[in-house]
């Protein structure tokens, strides 16, 4: 079983994206006690790189695009609400399938739900590249959206397989973590430069590296079947919902909120999410058993993954089209400016886990997302100076406050919940963080919209995250010691 005291071991959190250590939660460990020293599976090495591999593309397809934005928008048109519907179609399909693509893969196998995610992958990565229009690139982005969700968990069960051995699975997903970081390092800067040949080609780059994981597909093994019930009203409330709300919040940024479209998509989603948290109440097998949130860390931790998101995908969209449209930077120097926090990123993720085991997990957690107030803050005041390099200083805070919190926090979603319900558990923590960037991105759009709101949008939009942000860390104050055993 995974406890508060699981030291976290990755720099994946730089990736923008998911918890390697929240997503090992997907996979059944209850019987991890009667593994110990057996060997590994053959061709295990080809099992981490293809689960290195599609970590890696599924942070940089997060990463990447956002610096090609204002060249989408120029050559396809569609405004800042195609450009927030090109970043929330992914990270909408990606956060309400996830659980779906879970247990998928225990119903027709790890390797064969993972070859149908690359292979969905690869096909909605093309119709990015060639999309003629806006609206077609978002479909495709929805569909690649969804491709990801199923190749994340599904290479997550593979490494289970190949590594039955409780200590070197924990080593390879120590390496696995490395495809997220090497993409949140990359995907700003290597967005520009793709960018500035063509944007297209910030979506092709992905074509070579799907047909390398296919091909080394091949030499594994057939997964065993794991049928498992699945709740089916939950998995369509949900996506109804969360796109309704996605829809009403981005739309109504622009159209207004009393325009009826506006009212139709926000009422609809109310009315789904309600009904959601009301079938979770009483069908057989709920897709996030509201027993959870009984979980003392497990609230907590919703609240610090939904505020770090909001303040990670939010600041990044914005600064992102800030740089370019306001400051008039090229691509490729916008990219650049989010180096500095990338390095200091990986470091203070791998000071998480020493930081976490000296004091336990509330001084990370808390120390970072104050870190992340005290960068936000900063680039409030100083950004309106018009100094990249100043901006540059200033996101560094943000990204090391959250990846000194996050690895921390992700031990707290697993405090106190049973063996059996820790993929359940991780899974909808991810699910929180992922809908956070979403709403972010539909919020913090919707201010920096109309001709010449970009400073004033965000300053506001920054504003916004710091102070989310401050209450998360408020409220992880009440994050509990850890308990040490005799001895």
């Not at 992914?90 to 659980?99: D, G």
Request: aromatic letters at 8%; one cysteine or more; glycine letters at 10%.
């Amino acid at each position: 079983m995974l406890t508060a005291d699981h030291e976290p071991r990755t720099a994946a959190e730089l990736a923008e994206g998911v918890d390697p250590l929240a997503v090992e939660g997907l996979v059944d460990d209850t019987d991890l006690a009667s593994e110990d020293g057996l060997p590994n599976a053959p061709h295990s090495a080809i099992v981490i790189t293809i689960a290195s591999l599609g970590f890696f593309l599924i942070t940089l397809d997060i990463s990447i695009v956002n610096v090609a934005l204002p060249r989408i928008r120029t050559e396809l048109g569609g405004g800042i609400t195609g450009q927030q519907w090109i970043i929330d179609g992914y990270t909408l399909l990606f956060a309400t399938l996830l659980l779906f693509a879970g247990n998928l893969s225990d119903r027709v196998g790890a390797k064969r739900a993972l070859a149908l995610g690359i292979g969905i992958f690869t096909l909605t990565s093309a119709a990015c590249a060639v999309a003629p229009s806006t609206t077609l690139l978002i479909v495709a982005r929805c569909a690649q959206g969804a491709a990801a969700a199923i190749m994340l968990p599904a290479s997550m069960a593979l490494v289970r397989e190949a590594y039955p051995d409780p200590e070197r699975r924990a080593r390879a997903l120590g390496i696995w973590a490395v495809g997220g970081a090497v993409a949140g390092l990359v995907g700003q800067p290597l967005g520009g430069l793709l960018t500035t040949f063509n944007w297209r080609w910030v979506f092709t780059i992905n074509l070579p590296i799907c047909i390398a994981m296919l091909v080394f597909l091949v030499w594994l093994a057939t997964s065993p079947k794991r049928p498992q019930p699945f709740d089916w009203t939950g998995q369509v409330l949900a996506i109804v919902g969360l796109s309704a709300l996605v829809y009403g919040l981005i739309d109504g940024g622009h159209a207004g909120f009393g325009a009826t479209a506006v009212v139709v998509s926000l009422a609809i989603a109310v009315a789904s999410l309600a009904g959601f948290v009301f079938a979770q109440a009483r069908v057989a097998h709920p897709m996030m058993p509201l027993e959870l949130f009984g979980v003392h860390g497990f609230r907590i931790a919703l609240l610090v993954g939904f505020a770090f998101m909001v303040g990670n995908y939010g600041n990044v969209f914005v600064t992102t089209l800030y740089l370019q449209q306001h400051l008039g930077l090229s691509p490729l120097h916008a990219g650049l400016v989010f180096i500095p926090s990338a390095f200091f990123a990986i470091a203070a993720n791998l000071a998480s886990g020493v930081v976490t085991n000296r004091f336990g997990a509330r001084v990370p957690v808390v120390a970072g997302l104050l870190s992340m107030v005290f960068g936000l803050t900063a680039q409030l005041i100083l950004a309106p100076l018009g100094h990249p390099w100043l901006i540059a200083v200033c996101i560094i805070p943000i990204g090391a406050g959250g990846a000194l919190a996050m690895p921390s926090v992700t031990s707290v979603v697993l405090d106190g919940v049973p063996a059996r319900q820790a993929g359940t558990a991780s899974a909808v923590f991810n699910t929180f963080r992922q809908v956070g960037g979403a709403v972010a991105i539909a919020v913090f759009g919707a201010l920096i919209a109309e001709p010449g709101s970009v400073d004033r949008g965000l300053r506001l939009s920054l504003g916004i995250a710091a102070a989310l942000i401050t209450v998360a860390a408020l409220n992880s104050l009440r994050i509990r010691p850890r308990t040490h055993a005799a001895g």
